[in-house]
């Protein structure tokens, strides 16, 4: 198991007084709160919300919940003592919360309000969350005309009192890049295009911290700030040791091979064994002209002792079966989702490529399920062409990057993407666990 590296700073605005936000880390669970009231009620609030999602989330998962059910029982309970609290003051309070649990291969999030969690590669930002607010869930709102203050009103946070629907999701484990975790404070203000030059400026989780609240600051950030990041990737101190020692291991295993080999090659040519073929077997002896030496090593052959040249055809062996069984793995679920046109479209068969842990474009793999039906049932007919098939690595155990050219074409829509699946081995099986298509250049 990889360990996590994580780094979490709070900023105070211009107001000059204490930052009503909070940040928590223990135990693979990541929490940031930013709390709104008057006269220090925004950070009782916040640092309420903080203790009472600890508490219930970790007394949730001991009891054998789930991280999706424990995350919606401590963001309630969290919302009933911050609700009881504005009575206790007597005044307004509102929290906007994020969180991420990190279990095995992948990671649990929730959040409400205005509070983002982001996911941050080389190349690419993926904002994981949608703001609670009247702009994000009014499709109309931008043509209303709304007063700003009324467009990033909070719909959705802890201390309004009613039942909280908790909406969990899934997200794979990147292998390098980070989960960020940030208040409005410093969103308002960095862009995308921000957060992927910092990335490729620093990978410390403290400095590219640092880094980002200095450039929200510099752009005119007048408001608390928190940014929290999550770093994936890096080995323990232990785990460094066991691979070396199993490094060293396996060096010194080769050089004992290495030197069996040689000590049996000075007791005569049986190690190497050199056969000329043409028209019929000559031996090379020793005393043989040039030029019968010449003409014979046109036609030779040279066998490697089986020691040496078993595992090298085993390893080969294996990379072309794995290929082979992705390739094929890739057709059957082309055909599958071929078939899901239509109003008796076949989405059982489709769906069962999908891990129970997918994840992708916020969507788990109900709401993939659900989309793809409302979509595929419109359509009289569909037909992908996939070329370029790449198998490009792992991402951790049982666990591939596949990439591939995706031509696709409906009744009602036609497309060319790049596209990107990890597949996750469960049970001797292949299935989906992330998917995410790329528009091509022109395409």
């Not at 991280?67 to 509102?94: D, R």
């Amino acid at each position: 198991m990889r360990t996590l590296e994580y780094s979490f700073k709070t900023h105070a605005g211009d107001h000059g007084r204490r930052a009503g936000e909070s940040f928590l880390h223990k135990d693979n669970l990541f929490v940031v709160t930013h709390g709104i009231g008057r006269d220090g009620s925004n950070i009782i609030g916040s640092e309420l919300a903080l203790n009472i999602i600890s508490q219930s989330f970790f007394h949730s998962i001991s009891g054998g919940q789930t991280p999706a059910s424990s995350f919606a029982l401590a963001l309630n309970n969290a919302n009933k003592a911050v609700f009881k609290k504005q009575k206790e003051l007597g005044q307004e309070i509102i929290v906007s919360v994020s969180a991420v649990y990190v279990r095995g291969s992948i990671i649990y999030f929730t959040h409400l309000g205005d509070s983002r969690i982001y996911s941050i590669s080389k190349d690419e930002v993926d904002q994981l969350t949608r703001d609670h607010t009247v702009k994000e869930e009014d499709p109309y709102a931008d043509m209303k005309n709304l007063d700003p203050h009324v467009m990033s009103a909070l719909t959705a946070a802890l201390g309004m009192g009613r039942e909280l629907s908790v909406d969990v999701k899934k997200y794979s484990v990147p292998r390098s890049g980070f989960i960020l975790m940030t208040t409005r404070g410093l969103t308002e203000r960095i862009t995308d295009r921000d957060l992927i030059w910092l990335f490729s400026k620093t990978k410390n989780p403290k400095k590219y911290c640092d880094s980002l609240i200095d450039l929200a600051v510099r752009k005119g950030s007048k408001e608390d700030t928190t940014a929290g990041v999550v770093r994936f990737g890096r080995f323990s101190n232990e785990q460094k040791i066991l691979y070396f020692f199993c490094f060293l291991f396996v060096l010194l295993v080769f050089v004992a091979i290495w030197g069996s080999a040689l000590r049996n090659s000075d007791k005569g040519p049986t190690a190497l064994q050199v056969t000329i073929t043409g028209e019929q077997d000559r031996a090379v002896k020793p005393d043989s002209s040039e030029n019968n030496f010449v003409s014979a090593v046109s036609d030779l052959s040279v066998q490697l002792p089986a020691e040496l040249s078993a595992p090298v055809e085993e390893q080969q062996r294996a990379d072309a079966e794995l290929v082979e069984e992705i390739n094929h793995f890739i057709m059957e679920w082309k055909d599958a989702w071929e078939k899901t046109a239509g109003e008796n479209g076949d989405m059982a068969a489709y769906i069962s490529f999908y891990s129970d842990d997918f994840y992708s474009n916020r969507f788990d793999k109900d709401e993939w399920n659900l989309d793809k039906k409302i979509k595929d049932r419109k359509k009289g007919w569909i037909r992908l062409n996939i070329s370029d098939i790449r198998v490009s690595g792992s991402v951790g155990d049982d666990q591939i990057v596949v990439r591939f050219l995706q031509d696709y074409s409906s009744s009602n829509f036609s497309i060319q993407s790049e596209k990107m699946l990890i597949l996750l081995k469960n049970g001797g099986k292949w299935e989906i666990v992330f998917e995410r298509s790329y528009d091509r250049p022109g395409g």
